[in-house]
């Protein structure tokens, strides 16, 4: 079998940041772009916990799909396996640098939350209780500070292998 693209960035060198991970067109010709929300340094830095990114994915989930300019164009956020960041699907052709002030956004209002976590309940969720807010605080705002509010070209496009 051919190794699909995401398995042919160079983990090894692989920074925090916001990347696009792939173009995709559909039969009725609309684009999806896939951003590659990389909160970790991937086999360097320890992994998300997966309570804190289930938390991330409803807070960040529900905020974008709230969100004023962006909510029509949001197909899908959610968390990678290797537990070191997210995916957001995006209607149309979209760039890196278009996204970072969303990001800003999204995270702060993560950092910031307080309160119940959208659709952490028995009927809204299939693991409601399998959920760590104050991580997700703290992981949301180490993201913030450390990336989004000081990002470099080097943080919005893949490394070359």
Request: one cysteine or more; hydrophobic letters at 35%.
């Amino acid at each position: 079998m051919e190794k699909i693209a995401s398995f042919t960035v160079n983990h090894l060198t692989l920074k925090r940041g916001i990347y696009v991970s792939r173009r995709d067109t559909t039969p009725s010709g609309d684009v999806i772009t896939t951003f590659d929300i990389r909160m970790t340094e991937p086999n360097r830095q320890e992994a998300l916990s997966p309570k804190a990114l289930h938390t991330i994915e409803h807070l960040a989930a529900t905020f974008l799909r709230n969100d004023p300019e962006w909510r029509d164009r949001v197909v899908y956020w959610g968390p990678m396996g290797c537990c070191t960041g997210n995916y957001l699907l995006l209607q149309g052709r979209v760039e890196s640098t278009d996204i970072v002030d969303l990001m800003k956004r999204t995270f702060r209002f993560i950092a910031d939350f307080d309160g119940e976590v959208p659709g952490a309940t028995p009927r809204d969720c299939g693991n409601y209780s399998f959920m760590d807010l104050d991580e997700a605080r703290r992981q949301a705002r180490v993201y913030l500070d450390e990336v989004l509010n000081c990002i470099s070209g080097e943080q919005l496009a893949y490394p070359v292998n």
